[in-house]
């Protein structure tokens, strides 16, 4: 076993490709995008993605790019603050924190370390998958078609893998019913600065919109609002005009985003899904990350779970021969099993306590919040977290309010 084609140069892909590049593999990677897709919000670095990132050695470079950030405030329609919560709440653990990196710095340092015998290809695709007694023989969009012993499905929550080797996205795909786009906004000399904040405003209806601080001169929006399914990603105009019907009656910055959203080279729209598969490998064909398990944004562990899952299956593929990978696939679903069934979970009304529906719902949330930080129950809150040594799963799925996927 030493050739492997990874499809889906993202975040777990990318890692996957750099460990057994480290391990000796020979690494083919191929993406559909024509280059690393840059975007996407923040990426918390205060729980397991910063351990794995550190054995990887890209900590410390991670650390170099953390994004300025002081808080997230809710404020309502005409812009005014209605709760905030610090990055010093709760001993640093609130749901904002001063350790968050760009999802788009974490992918490109990734990508940028990869090794010598990593070939990376972009704007292509797999096209057919077909197992034989040699391996698994792969016929690309645009390159010749080749034999690996391994092909990987790292292509995200759509992935084309899974449909090509495991049946429809339909079988497997669970919609949450909201749906969210995202972009990155140029400031201009009339743009308001969010002032290292990130700004949720919630209007009646479950719709979100949010900008918090990016790169220097960005902030990175996001536009969530009620549905399961949307148009086509090949009719553009048809999911811009669906943008401006949902958020046509909302107030604060919204005129303004749905005319930059035109012209942002990031621009994403996509359902709010979780996929669940029974199981994640068949033959040679194995999937890591959102085409296995995606959780879907509101578990904030979309970015730990891909970076685990890569280190457990770069562990189990150690040393295997053909005789034993389907034990070694195994052992990494044993140990990736629990870990993205817990993720998955949600308590009830997750949904709408990020997107509440009513006026009432609106004001209940932020009152919560408000008292969340009264100082009886912060300090309770701070404790418990210092006691469990990290933040809560709740709290760390909580720091992905703002956050969402592809
Ligand atoms: C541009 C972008 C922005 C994101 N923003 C956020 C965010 O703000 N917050 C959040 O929580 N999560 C976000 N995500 C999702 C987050 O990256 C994942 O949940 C998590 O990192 C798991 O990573 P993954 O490797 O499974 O998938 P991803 O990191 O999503 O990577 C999948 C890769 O596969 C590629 N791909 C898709 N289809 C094919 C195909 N047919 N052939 C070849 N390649 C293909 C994609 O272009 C992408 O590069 C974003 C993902 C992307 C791609």
């Not at 290809?121 to 690996?148: I, K, M, P, Y």
């Not at 001169?217 to 669906?242: C, H, I, N, Y």
């Not at 979309?302 to 034993?324: H, I, K, R, Y």
């Not at 870990?339 to 919560?368: D, E, L």
Request: a negative charge; glycine letters at 8%; aromatic letters at 6%.
């Amino acid at each position: 076993m030493s050739r492997v084609l990874i499809v889906g140069a993202g975040i777990g892909g990318d890692a996957l490709a750099l460990m057994l590049d480290r391990a000796g593999w020979d690494v083919t990677v191929v993406e559909i995008a024509p280059e690393l897709r840059a975007g996407g919000q923040t990426v918390d670095l205060r729980g397991d993605s910063r351990e794995v990132l550190n054995r990887l050695g890209l900590l410390d470079e991670c650390l170099l790019h953390l994004v300025d950030q002081r808080g997230l405030a809710w404020i309502d329609e005409s812009g005014e603050r209605r709760a905030a919560m610090p990055v010093e709440a709760f001993g640093g653990q609130g749901f904002v924190s001063s350790e968050e990196l760009l999802r788009t710095d974490l992918a490109r340092i990734i990508h940028a370390a990869s090794g010598p015998r990593t070939e990376h290809r972009f704007d292509d695709t797999v096209a057919q998958l077909t197992e034989n007694a040699h391996g698994v023989h792969v016929t690309f969009r645009r390159h010749e078609s080749e034999t690996f012993d391994l092909v990987v499905g790292a292509d995200g929550t759509h992935s084309r893998v899974r449909s090509l080797a495991f049946g429809p996205e339909s079988d497997f795909r669970h919609p949450l019913g909201l749906a969210h786009a995202w972009f990155t906004l140029r400031e201009t000399a009339t743009t308001p600065s969010v002032e290292g904040w990130s700004l949720m405003c919630n209007a009646v209806g479950a719709r979100v919109i949010g900008a918090r601080p990016g790169h220097p001169g960005e902030q990175e929006v996001g536009l969530t609002f009620p549905a399961d399914t949307l148009p086509s990603r090949k009719d553009a105009e048809a999911r811009f005009a669906l943008l401006e019907r949902v958020f046509a009656d909302t107030g604060w910055r919204t005129r303004e985003f749905l005319d930059a959203s035109r012209s942002a080279a990031d621009f994403a729209l996509d359902t709010y899904d979780q996929i669940h598969v029974d199981r994640w490998h068949r033959g040679r064909v194995v999937l890591l990350g959102d085409s296995a398990w995606c959780a879907s944004p509101l578990s904030g562990l979309g970015t730990a779970l891909a970076l685990q899952g890569a280190e457990s299956l770069a562990a189990a593929l150690d040393g295997a021969v053909p005789d034993d990978l389907e034990q070694a696939l195994d052992a990494y679903e044993r140990e990736m099993r629990p870990r993205t069934t817990a993720a998955q979970k949600m308590y009830p009304g997750r949904v709408r306590s990020y997107a509440p529906r009513t006026r009432r719902g609106i004001a209940t949330m932020r009152f919560v919040m408000r008292v969340l930080q009264t100082r009886p129950i912060a300090a309770l809150i701070t404790r418990a977290v210092a006691d469990y040594g990290r933040a809560p799963a709740a709290i760390e799925s909580d720091a992905a309010l703002l956050q969402t996927t592809r």
